[in-house]
């Protein structure tokens, strides 16, 4: 199979995930976002920073939902919803050693499962909260979610929904980010954004998104620096660095096999881009622990 054959597959398997998940789960998702929608009634955008710490696992997860990397976490979300189906007690739990890990290997949070699973969508959903406000969301928003989905778990004593519930928060709170920091784009700059979030591996160049947008090479250029303050490639050098940093903190990878995998031109290229926007080479800053600002 070729290897665009396998990512349409992948694709086409998320995409399955995402929309059985989103239907075993239809009306309590209605329910919860008609209470978010009456909820929102502060008129101050106020997002604030995280400065508590994170285990490095969670990292990997809440960093896409501070991103709004929507490709992302659907593929989190559509692994986590295989691995719910199977064993019916599967959630994403961020104290774990893994992101899919299971009951097993958390303490005795509580000795029932259905308040066990409760727990962990009060974890998952306050985590996902403070992300979501790192990621420039405005608290009024990601609190009106969390209040939402905490209100109505009170209502629900199915512990795989409740499950099902925890990874669509997870979602949520990132496609609101996600929604929120593009709000002022127009459909070119948004249809170039995702695809270069969902090929971030990938040398993306001008000519590929002209060719996807079917718009000349300037007038992305100038739409994404009227709509964004920044030009196409530096938006996708800056969504790599991104990238790369939650790679340094929560991976084992060599700085050059980081740079290949995102596609920098050279190791020594990326290093260079690394420091000025961090301030520390890969390795500096990987030793030094630093934590997302």
């Known amino acids: 199979m070729s290897d665009n054959k396998r990512q349409e597959s992948k694709e086409e398997h998320i995409k399955k995930n995402i929309e059985k998940m989103e239907k075993l789960i239809k009306e309590e998702s209605k329910q919860i976002f008609a209470s978010v929608s009456q909820h929102i009634f502060m008129s101050n955008d106020t997002p604030g920073p995280d400065n508590g710490t994170r285990r490095i696992q969670e990292k990997a997860i809440y960093y896409y939902v501070a991103a709004g990397d929507v490709v992302r976490i659907d593929e989190v979300v559509s692994t986590a919803f295989d691995n719910i189906v199977k064993t019916k007690t599967t959630v994403i739990e961020p104290y774990t050693k893994g992101a899919f890990a299971g009951p097993d ?35 009024h928003i990601a609190y009106a979610i969390s209040d939402g989905y905490l209100r109505y778990m009170d209502k629900i004593n199915d512990i795989m929904k409740i499950n099902l519930l925890s990874n669509k928060a997870l979602r949520d709170f990132t496609y609101a980010v996600h929604d929120y920091a593009f709000k002022e ?9 995702e ?19 079917h718009r000349s090479a ?20 800056s969504r790599k660095l991104e990238y790369a940093r939650t790679l340094v903190e929560t991976t084992s990878l060599s700085v050059s096999a980081i740079s290949d995998l995102l596609a920098f031109p050279s190791t020594s290229s990326f290093i ?15 030793g030094k622990g630093v934590s997302p600002q």
């Open 218 to 237: 300037n007038y992305i250029s100038d739409t994404f620096a009227k709509e964004l303050g920044m030009r196409p490639m530096t938006f996708i050098r």
């Open 195 to 213: 695809y270069i979030l969902r090929h971030l591996h990938d040398n993306i160049t001008m000519k590929t998104l002209s060719q996807i947008s």
């Open 105 to 139: 290997t958390v303490g005795d949070v509580s000795e029932s499962p259905l308040l066990f699973a409760k727990y962990l969508l009060i974890a998952n959903v306050t985590l996902a909260t403070r992300a979501a406000i790192d990621g420039g969301l405005p608290e």
């Open 272 to 286: 260079t881009y690394f420091k000025k926007e961090y301030g520390l080479t890969p390795l500096q800053y990987k």
């Open 185 to 193: 784009c127009g459909p070119i700059t948004k249809s170039c954004c």
